[in-house]
């Protein structure tokens, strides 16, 4: 009696991932459909329980191991082709079976679920065939899965008396999943597997472990010549954050309004690398960008760089290398905060304030922040100093100058913004780079709960009791991601229809809506919403916070007004509530001349 071989494992593996591997959510609609499948074939129950256990038989090959839960149908190298394996079958099918508008349509309907259908109401008899509708399988990019593959995937627990024709192999597949053989082939591909399904070595757990194909041991990240171990930070490190920050206001005498600000500004520093701090004089946005710098990172590892008016080029602020002065480099004082920086321990992110950043237009002197923090995350920031070949000595100092100063890994930068009059709004172009925190005056009595802040220890003074919770703005979001879960996109997927009901076309791009799901992903975190259903509270407010940070900062006049026409204080939560009643009460103000747009109100 022989089990199938680990070629022939690895080889279904290989075909399968040429299924909807650019899609990890209409892989889903299989993997859902299988997982019903399972479970009312093996009697398991349409419960969380039964369709955990249904997951575990079909997909949890390495049980052992964290991530011992294959998707599929998913590209080799995606990040979420290894799953956990506690929970799973709740975390990914269960989800998209019951709670969103997308695959309860393989389900009969239930009045608990709004008329929609619902996992635990069992299959419609035609659910292969919704499946296949949804998988666009007449594409190249998404074919079915092979026949073979699946079938030794399914029956890879299988005893065999001997190697099995193309026909027993699929009729144990078949009866595994209490499949008819039209189901089966339905939603399968007539592809060969090219190998014999048995052989030596017999497939073992610990052996797809040491293959390439198994799940990844750990995740490193180059930096030169070095491979640095990214540090792992946890859900439950995220979620003592919270108490941990309002603890270290406390102890420097920082009052904040709420709680939820508290959250929204951890959310905005682990998600985003430059974090603009908009807001009057006398905001806190300093005294804040100084508390999260402090927070998270020690003296040695964050600066604070005063900006001025009439720069123009990156050399006006940093410094600029002189024929005439010996060959040497004039290095002004922002670039020797930041050579400080760089030259400490180089595990800790950098934070770096930049003080009323818009007094110069950004994208000119501070080029490299726009150039280099246009993508979701960046593990360093490169500032091109000079074109000579090496370094180059300081004007008066024996230290040297590199060509380029490379600050990691993932530093943040927080550019503080005084909105009046007399100061320009940012370029657009910096706005979609950065998460946009609107801070407010203080009332009186958090003003009054503050008074006795000289009397405290400086923030400047903070040890940054969290340099090691945060690294890779993306974290969360990959976690986010492990569950199959669509609650965050849902979200604002129902915003962005509010927005094109009035304004006539889709103006949440690409961008700003991978910002958003980030931001959310950590907000969720923070309060320890793991596995958030669509319509829960923080769902609610992580996405009218991120409208705020990464939507309405960039719309023109027009839409912006559209905007505000829609979204109404009363209607909408989280940071996002207060802020639209001043913003409502500037542009009902204002009688003459053209509506603003979000900068506009602000000033």
């Known amino acids: 009696m022989s089990r199938c071989s680990e070629e022939a494992l690895e080889e279904a593996l290989r075909q399968l991932s040429q299924h909807a591997a650019s899609n990890k959510y209409r892989a889903n609609w299989l993997s859902t459909y299988l997982a019903a499948k399972r479970a009312e074939a093996a009697g398991h129950g349409l419960t969380i329980a039964g369709v955990n256990k249904s997951v575990e038989d079909l997909f949890a090959l390495i049980p052992d191991h964290q991530k011992g839960r294959i998707n599929p149908f998913i590209d080799l190298s995606s990040k979420v082709r290894w799953l956990k394996v506690k929970d799973s079958g709740r975390s990914t099918v ?29 299959l419609l008899p035609n659910a292969a065939d919704v499946a296949v509708q949804h998988l666009d399988q007449d594409t ?17 627990h299988h ?93 420097h005498g920082i009052a904040t309004e709420s709680d939820e600000e508290l ?119 490169e500032i091109p100093l000079h ?66 802040t000289l009397v405290h220890p400086s923030v400047e003074e903070g040890t940054g009791p969290a340099a090691g919770l945060i690294g890779r703005p993306t974290l969360a979001f990959d976690r986010y991601s492990e569950t199959g879960s669509d609650v965050f996109q849902q979200a604002l997927k129902d915003r962005a229809e509010i927005l094109r009901s009035v304004l006539g076309s889709d103006v949440i791009a690409h961008r700003p809506l991978q910002r958003s799901l ?18 829960d509270p923080v769902v609610e407010a992580a996405a009218d916070n991120a409208l705020l940070h990464f939507v309405l900062p960039v719309l023109s006049a027009k839409e912006f007004e559209g905007a505000l026409s829609v979204f109404k204080s009363e209607l909408r939560s989280g940071v996002l509530a207060p802020r639209l009643a001043r913003l409502e009460q500037v542009t009902k103000a204002q009688q003459f001349g053209p509506p603003p747009d979000f900068w506009g109100a602000l000033t």
């Open 94 to 122: 269960w989800n998209t079976g019951t709670r969103d508008q997308s695959q309860t349509a393989l389900f009969n309907p239930s009045a608990s679920n709004n008329g929609r259908g619902y996992f635990g109401e069992g």
């Open 140 to 156: 190249t990019e998404d074919p079915l899965p092979g026949r073979d593959a699946l079938a030794v995937l399914v029956t890879r």
């Open 159 to 251: 005893d065999w008396d001997a190697e099995p024709s193309r026909d027993e192999l699929h009729a144990a597949a078949q009866d595994y999943l209490g499949m008819t053989r039209e189901e089966f082939n339905t939603i399968t591909a007539d592809v060969e597997l090219t190998v014999p399904v048995l052989g030596s070595p017999e497939w073992s757990p610990s052996l797809l472990l040491a293959s390439e194909l198994g799940p990844p041991e750990t995740t490193s990240t180059e930096r030169g010549s070095q491979v640095a171990q990214e540090p792992h930070i946890t859900v439950e490190d995220v979620e003592q954050l919270p108490e941990q920050f309002r603890s270290f206001l406390n102890h």
């Open 263 to 381: 959250v929204d500004l951890l959310a905005a520093t682990l998600s985003s690398q430059l974090v603009i701090m908009a807001g009057p004089s006398g905001s806190g946005k300093s005294l804040m960008a100084s508390a999260l710098a402090a927070f998270f990172a020690p003296q040695d590892r964050r600066a604070r760089l005063e900006s001025s008016r009439l720069l123009a080029k990156r050399e006006e602020f940093f410094g600029y290398f002189s024929h005439l002065a010996d060959k040497t480099f004039q290095v002004l004082e922002p670039l020797q905060l930041l050579l400080d920086v760089a030259a400490a321990d180089g595990t800790t992110p950098p934070m770096v304030a930049v003080e009323e950043a818009n007094l110069s237009p950004i994208e000119g002197y501070l080029s490299p922040l726009v150039h280099g923090f246009g993508g979701l995350e960046a593990e360093t920031l």
């Open 387 to 452: 074109n000579q070949v090496g370094s180059v000595r300081q004007h008066a100092s024996e230290l040297e100058v590199p060509r380029v100063l490379e600050l990691g890994p993932y530093p943040r930068f927080f550019a503080t913004i005084n909105v009046d009059a007399d100061s320009p709004a940012p370029a657009r172009k910096v706005v979609s780079r950065a998460c946009v925190i609107l801070m407010e005056a203080p009332s009186f009595d958090t003003a009054l709960a503050a008074a006795d």
């Open 518 to 535: 980030i931001y959310m992903a950590w907000y969720a975190e923070l309060l320890g919403a793991t596995e958030p259903e669509l319509g």
